[in-house]
């Protein structure tokens, strides 16, 4: 927790920034609590950062350590750009969650356990010999002990509902006692409760009854001996709402559809962290959307690119494992030039590696992954909100230059949750489609000056019949060739036209010395608020260290070649083992450093400052 | 938001003619392929459809057969291999104003796109699918196929084949597949009659055609397709009509419990006692019995085995929407961004 000026009034703290995570099993309700408290933060006007830790298995053995869920959110009086480092905040349901978590909480840390769980069987499933609450285990940070599943039994004993049922309200009671520690209103979320539970009156009783509870408990126990106040933050002005980053994208998908007059056509097959994006799109049929959920990866984006074939938006979603089957039907979409869009939102690899972690370790996938020469565009959002921006762009350049396009985005951005300041939809700007009707003048493979596109004729048009395929085509009329020369030339074609996207992309921007200095770090995709708020620091310590985010990666910003050279060093950090520094050194001939971590979690800031450090030293001011 | 073709400017309706569905491409299959038979037989049917020519979409995989929509004059997608019917799935279920035909072959239909085939027929997808059997693979120079019969001798399988074989109608039956037929490339009238009552069925309707390759599976259906046996030894199947095969139409096929028999007519035996083709019914078990009829046990059934209604994916999908539509109203995109809590600044 960060005190701007310690400022006490009667007993309450002004912070302007905390941390918290909620842990317990995963049947105890903390993603809800999290998101609940996260939405009340949010609408009070912090700035949030959230980052959901889901387990693997969907019910791992109750009380286990594989079956901790957890929700960190951050939440501040300044715009903030990651979900913390650590938690200042600790809420431990049960002893696997405090086993599991207590590593990340530094020393001076407040940590909040429900007693209740720590009984023998819970402690020797949570690997514990002995009660770390009594063992010196929790020596050096300030423990506030409750018993919160007995308290919520108790308020909830008249509540006409059975013991299962009472237990299940304890994540609520938990929730009431951070509202209280942090001063929120409990009015969001009891119109949640009131909304979500009308059909089931006793049920939404209760949890009304335990999560002011647990807020009475906070004021009236005196086990904190003061709480806390975060105020608003200074965001632009407009409306808000909180949004993940899979959210954000289907309802960037849905806009571009909206944008273009067409309509959106997704083929998928389940998969983690992507199935969000199936899931919310199947909610939009009222907008005319098509879903269709496929036997496998293949089928999703096979039925995809017939969709484009008739003149639709198609579009497909998955993560690695899908992205690697779906590599030969990519191709077919390169050799037949039709506008695809394929989400690909990366986790943990390889194979089927750690699919509820995080990682950015497909990008050299996304470039290459493919025989032949294949080029296919590739654009990755930044953070949640930006999902949004960057679905419409996807299918942006996809229309204007008839070519597949790769949205890559990744497990964290997915489920992380951000204010998104709501865009008019009148201001964005239409996406422009035309189709050829005239059969005097209709070739298949004529070329746009400009973009290289070739015509995107439909079928239903008469007089335009003509085929198409995976077979290479002659130049122009479309027809196969197996000539040498010909194939040459269509090489240099397809390459050429994603080359010349970057002629159609804004240039990439400078967090600090655009004319250039001793360092730049360069990223893409989820680690820009990491990376941003690590520069931000050491920039606010007088290092001459600036940042540069893509979210164009094929092809590059045309400015990103001369930006690398105005700075002594490059460090491209990044959550794999190197893969834009790969390119980035290919193309540029720059000797770029790397900061690579595969753990399945972000970058911490602190992180990415230590190496910052241990790059750039400050400059002995000699005045 | 709306799909379909661009306006254009109007054409003269004039009906068409074979030579209308006949590409500016050269046939590049070997002389005396049974391809060039089938290929035929789709370019004649095309007319009596009645379709505008623009509103007929061709689409394959990868194989000899595949490349049949190079040589027709409507749209054509020559795609990857096996993967056509999720293509046509695509199209169809975001454009069902086309007619949309799949051309596969056994390897392409049977073994690497076998998922696809189950699963679109299983949906039952508004489209025809024609897959050439020709027990081989031929595009590849003869290697042995998932219909290739067991033990057979082929490049890749010089001591026999030890796969026991699929069969494709019993493939699509057990997928329930709505229609399902056999044809042969050489009975040149049965197959055009059999494509068309495959075009005019609403739903996936699957057709094998049995075809030769008389470059790497030479005469593979000839013991029963040759002309001279083949009373003898196929059975035309007639919806309402006894089960009844021969020269002299003296033989017919009983069903003792489960199990099909072979009965000579007279003695007692009459056309009575002989199982009746019914097209319609609701469980495919009937029809499987009938798939599963083999030379030399049994004469090979030829004709339409089932033939029945049920609503298709793509319609249940406008229909999905159009519910959507009547009851939560036309989406409101503005509303939508701004669903759950909002909150303003300044
Ligand atoms: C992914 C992939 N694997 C293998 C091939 C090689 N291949 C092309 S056609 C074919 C078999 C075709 O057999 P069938 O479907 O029976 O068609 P036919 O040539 O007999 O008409 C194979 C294995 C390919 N084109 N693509
Ligand atoms: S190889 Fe066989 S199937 Fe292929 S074209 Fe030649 S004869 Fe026909
Ligand atoms: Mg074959």
Redesign the pocket.
Known sequence: MTGRDGKREANIQELDRVTIRFAGDSGDGMQLAGLQFTNTSAAFGNDVSTMPDFPAEIRAPAGSIPGVSAFQVSFSSYDIHTPGDEPDVLVAMNPAALQAHLADVPKGGTIIVNTDEFNEVNLRKAAYETNPLDNGTLAGYRVIKVPISSMNARALKDAGLDTRQIDRSKNLFALGLMYWLFDRPLEPTLRWIEAKFSKNPLVAQANATTLKAGYNFGETAELFPVHYRVPKADLAPGRYRNITGNEATALGFLTAAHLTGKTLFYGSYPITPASDILQELARFKNFGVKTFQAEDEIAAIGAAIGAAFGGNLGLTGTSGPGLALKS?ALGLAVMVELPIVVAAVQRSGPSTGMPTKTDQADLLQAMFGRNGECPVAVVAPATPSECFDMAVEAFRIALTHMVPVIFLSDGYLGAGSEPWLLPDIQDLPRIETTHPTDPATFKPYARDPETLARPWAIPGTPGLEHRIGGLEKDDITGNVSYDGENHDRMVRYRQEKVDRIANDIPPVEVVGDEAGGQLLVLGWGGTYGAILSAVQRARARGLSVSCAHLRHLNPFPPNLGPLLSRFDQVLVAELNLGQLRLLVRAKFLVDAQGLNKVTGRPFLIREIEEKINSMVKAEVSVR | MTSGAPRAPETPHVPLARKDFVSDQEVRWCPGCGDYSILAQTQKLMPDLGIPREKIVFISG????SRLPYYMNTYGFHS??GRAPTIATGLKASRPDLQVWVV?????ALS?GGNHILHILRRNVDVVIVL?N?R?????KGQY?PTSELGKRTKSSPLGTIDYPLNPLSVALGAEATFVARSLDIDVHHLISTLDRAAHHKGTSFVEVYQN?NVYNDGAFMEFADKAVRPDRTIQLEHGKPLIFGKDRDQGIRLNGTTAEIVHLGNGVTEADLLVHDETRPDPAVAGILARLQWPQFPVPMGVLRAVQRPTYDDLMEEQIQQAVSRQGKGDLAALLAEGDTWTVG
């Open positions: 030969e | 990868i194989g000899c057969s990857i291999h596969t072959g056994d390897g392409d690497i050439f020709n081989i693979y031929g595009l590849t196929s390759c």
